[in-house]
């Protein structure tokens, strides 16, 4: 990757009840099958609104630009709704999208996307065979494929062997839980999509 360009990803922060929920879930993970996502490795669990390629000297515009968002924006009810295998041994937490979820996510594009000067992740331009068209649109348009129409909010909470993920979903359980996010961060990628380290974080301040 090019060491002039940051990879981030703009989330949001889970409450505290909703992060004990998903801690004790990923250590049921890592305690029966192992796999990469090991939250007691310092890695913070997250529900990705934006992740991208970013040139260093847009990281201040960048953190202005979801200030403001975050200064206009309520806090966001936040419901999970069942746990799935994804592609590549992923096991993600779903959350429901509500309106002020969707309405986040779409200003959140709006406003860092143009920030990306165009930036596409390599992987990703590397296999774009394996993406539907509509994945691939948003590669070229928007640096990722799983946003605007194509957003499905999740916590990742696991990533296993390929072949096992759809077992260890199914021996999963999660209660059906509800919680209020107050903090849009952004932070940096490290392997497997997981955060590393928060750069800035803003409360969602808006009286609602």
């Keep these: 990757m090019d060491t002039s360009l940051v990879y981030l990803d703009a989330f949001l922060e889970l409450p505290a ?11 049921q993970i890592v305690s029966t099958v192992g796999g990469s996502i090991d939250f007691s490795r310092g890695m913070v ?3 990705t609104l934006y992740m991208g390629l970013f040139p260093a ?6 953190a202005n630009g979801l200030a403001a968002i975050a200064a206009d924006t309520s ?9 799935e295998a ?4 992923y096991l993600f937490l779903n959350v429901e999208i509500g309106e002020p979820l969707r309405s986040l996510h779409d200003r959140i594009v709006a406003v860092l996307n143009p920030l990306r000067q165009g930036a596409i992740r ?8 394996r993406f539907t068209p509509g994945e691939r649109e948003n590669i070229m348009n928007y640096g990722f494929p799983w946003l605007l129409s194509l957003f499905r909010p999740h916590v990742t909470i696991g990533k296993t062997d390929a072949a096992a993920a759809g077992g260890v979903a199914r021996g999963l359980t999660v209660p059906a839980e509800r919680g209020v996010a107050t ?3 952004l932070g940096e990628v490290g392997e497997h999509g997981t955060v590393v380290a928060a750069r800035s974080a803003f409360d969602l301040s808006k009286a609602a």
């Design 183 to 185: 903090r849009l961060v």
């Design 75 to 83: 806090p966001i009810p936040l419901s999970l709704r069942g746990i």
């Design 45 to 47: 669990p997250h529900i």
């Design 17 to 27: 009840e909703l992060s004990a929920t998903v801690t004790r879930l990923n250590r």
């Design 57 to 62: 000297e847009e990281l201040e515009r960048a």
């Design 122 to 129: 390599r992987k990703f331009l590397d296999s774009l065979e």
């Design 86 to 89: 994804g592609a590549e041994g």
